[in-house]
């Protein structure tokens, strides 16, 4: 079974320029989550969805972040402008069944961001 | 306020030696304890979960307890690896509403 994929792996941006990351949940997982991974620190949630609908936005800056996932499969999250505190990785993860007692979560490799 | 805190921070240690991780937690309502182990440049992969109920739990040569009514939590590693070397990071879910709350992790480093 395939986990979850993102891309790119590594993103070298200068500051004010706009980034987009790729998604994609291990099939037939309803619930996508995105995180912030700074270094040495474990992930921060930015944006929870279930199916296409976000859920839980309470944590993504909206000023400069959006993330879609229009066909409740896979999902972009876009920074616009990146600033130099943006970087960081990018973790995404899935899980199957939001209402399970469990709630396990599988992540991706992680997209490294380097703000310049 | 939800928090789980790890220590050691950092910890290095001989190939072959056995060590223990350590996660305090003050999360309501608790849901369930898991620990991730993360390599270098790859998204954390799941250890162990554990629920209220139970307060050990193994998976090859890790082992987790857990105590929720002193809500700690402790990874034992026996026999290192040079491949265990990556950070381990604690993870505890609050009941209803699909969170979790992440430790900072604690970096372990097994040398030969």
């Known amino acids: 079974e395939a986990g979850v994929v993102q891309s790119p792996r590594y993103k070298i941006i200068e500051k004010k320029q706009p980034v987009a990351f790729w998604c994609n949940p291990i099939s037939g997982h309803n619930t996508l989550y995105w995180y912030l991974q700074n270094l040495g620190q474990g992930p921060e949630l930015l944006i929870r969805?279930?199916?296409?609908?976000?859920?839980?936005d309470s944590q993504l800056p909206k000023d400069r972040f959006s993330a879609e996932r229009l066909k409740g499969v896979d999902s972009t999250l876009k920074i616009q402008p990146a600033e130099l505190g943006d970087s960081a990785v990018y973790l995404c993860?899935?899980?199957?069944?939001?209402?399970?007692?469990?709630?396990?979560?599988?992540f991706g490799p992680g997209t490294r961001l380097t703000v310049l | 306020k939800n928090q789980v805190e790890q220590s050691p921070q950092s910890l290095i240690i001989l190939e072959g030696k056995n060590c223990t991780l350590q996660?305090?937690?003050?999360?309501?309502?608790?849901?369930?304890l898991r620990w991730y182990k993360q390599d270098t440049g790859r998204g954390p992969v799941s250890l162990t979960i554990m629920t209220f109920s139970e307060n050990t739990k193994s998976n090859g040569r890790y082992t987790a307890t857990l105590d929720a009514d002193t809500k700690q939590s402790s990874l034992h590693i026996t026999a290192s690896q040079l491949s265990d070397s990556a950070s381990y990071i604690c993870v505890v879910s609050v009941e209803y509403g699909n969170k979790l709350v992440f430790g900072a992790g604690t970096i372990l480093r097994v040398k030969s």
């Open positions: 993860a899935s899980s199957p069944d939001p209402s399970g007692s469990l709630n396990e979560q599988f």
């Open positions: 996660c305090n937690y003050t999360v309501s309502p608790f849901s369930n």
């Open positions: 969805y279930e199916n296409e609908e976000a859920v839980d």
